[in-house]
């Protein structure tokens, strides 16, 4: 069968979506849901102000297209990391996951700047977040840390204290880069330091080396 093939307006229509919800996933990291405006994240595309409602008809659906884009980049990595882990041990996907969640966090720091942001205030859009992306991965996150926990391998405390120590250690030297630059003269992001920085990570929650 012939691959169906997008005329063209349809494909530019599908390209300056994209470009819409790339340029608010940084509006919205960078500023917060109440700092982006619709004209500057249209700026930031390089696409008519005019033109944006026809691609989201409102400021909070282009928020959740651009929520939407960086947690199913996220779950496509975890879920083909997941079905190769069928039958593993429990502390060992969490140590596979972890280093994952810092490689994708070096990559797309915006992620974490874009949750401080929305999780710092209650509100219909961060009820809709938690229920939509962040529920199921810290309830899979948490029973691997407690199935851990039983086997005397990851480090005693709360469950979910131990994870936003992990998701909080992960991505901060990548979502505050600058200031790690300033400090350091390192870029976080460097090959060598992020391997270093899982070694470092699995060092703190687990009690034995991997």
Do not use: C, N
Not at 39 to 59: D, N, Q
Not at 72 to 87: K, Y
Not at 141 to 165: D, K, W
């Amino acid at each position: 069968m012939a691959q169906r093939r997008e005329r063209p307006g349809q494909q530019r229509g599908i390209e300056t979506r994209e470009r819409l919800v790339r340029a608010a996933l940084e509006a919205f990291a960078d500023h917060g849901y109440a700092g982006a405006t619709t004209r500057a994240i249209a700026e930031r595309a390089g696409v008519a102000l005019a033109a944006l409602p026809y691609h989201f008809e409102t400021k909070e659906a282009l928020w959740r297209a651009a929520a939407d884009r960086i947690f199913g980049r996220l779950a496509e990595q975890f879920q083909a990391r997941i079905r190769g882990l069928e039958g593993v041990d429990a502390p060992t996907r969490l140590r596979l996951l972890l280093r994952d969640y810092v490689l994708f966090a070096a990559t797309h720091p915006e992620l974490h700047r874009f949750m401080l942001r929305e999780g710092a205030v209650p509100s219909p859009r961060l009820r809709w977040l938690v229920r939509t992306h962040v529920e199921p991965l810290f309830r899979y996150f948490r029973s691997l840390i407690r199935e851990g926990q039983a086997q005397g391998i990851v480090r005693p405390g709360r469950p979910e204290h131990l994870y936003y120590a992990m998701i909080g250690a992960a991505s901060m030297p990548y979502a505050v880069a600058a200031e790690f630059r300033l400090l350091t003269g390192r870029d976080s992001d460097a090959k060598r330091l992020v391997d270093e920085h899982v070694e470092t990570l699995l060092a703190l929650f687990f009690e034995e080396a991997e």
